[in-house]
Nanobody, 118 residues
Framework: QVQIMEPGGGLVQPGGSLRLSCPAS????????TGWYRQTPGNKRELVAQ???????NYADSVKGRFFVSRDNTADTVELQMNSLKPENTAGYYC????????????WGQGAQVTVSS
């Protein structure tokens, strides 16, 4: 599988896997932990997965059972493992502290463009 850092980007075939890795920083850890968001052209960012300070997680219904969020304390990163990817998962993915800052905040950064296509 392919691992990409946020910011970055990657292309994967349908059914494939991709792991996004987000270096820890002040913009990543918030009072409610860290969230992974995705955005497609013309749409607002939506929450995909969240890992809270106590390690508990929650996911958007569309990715439950396929996406998994975790913290790697050794590497000091927050990870998003994406399995069984579908073309509709194509989007820009962003890791950010939870609760997130306003949409216009530079803390969102460039994100990672994930393209799922054959």
């Amino acid at each position: 599988q392919v691992q990409i850092m946020e910011p970055g980007g990657g292309l994967v075939q349908p059914g494939g896997s991709l792991r996004l890795s987000c270096p820890a920083s002040g913009r990543v850890f918030g009072f409610f932990g860290t969230g992974w968001y995705r955005q497609t052209p013309g749409n607002k960012r939506e929450l995909v997965a969240q890992i809270k300070s106590d390690g508990s997680t929650n996911y958007a219904d569309s990715v439950k059972g396929r996406f998994f969020v975790s913290r790697d304390n050794t590497a000091d990163t927050v990870e998003l493992q994406m399995n069984s990817l579908k073309p509709e998962n194509t989007a820009g993915y962003y890791c950010i502290k939870s609760p997130p800052p306003p949409e216009s905040s530079p803390d969102w950064g460039q994100g990672a463009q994930v393209t799922v296509s054959s």
